[in-house]
């Protein structure tokens, strides 16, 4: 398979995003940002990782976004 994962085809049908911090500001600006332990939660102003993929796509791609995945729901 030589075909590249990145970058994503802004016209593919379905992007899958997964992870907790994907849709957590806190958690992507990390340490020293806010506080010095760094914050969950939109607690400043920015944009997602979220965000950011559902405003780079096209507006036909579903952009599905799982907090926690299982292996049953990427077989399925």
Request: hydrophobic share 35%.
């Amino acid at each position: 398979m030589n075909n590249p994962l990145l970058p994503l085809d802004k016209s593919d049908s379905k992007i899958l995003v997964v992870g907790t911090h994907a849709h957590n500001l806190g958690y992507q600006c990390g340490g020293w940002t806010i506080e010095w332990q760094g914050l969950s939660g939109n607690s400043t102003i920015g944009t997602t990782f979220l965000e950011a993929i559902k405003l780079a796509v096209s507006s036909s791609t579903k952009v599905v976004y799982k907090k926690n995945l299982d292996t049953n729901y990427v077989k399925g």
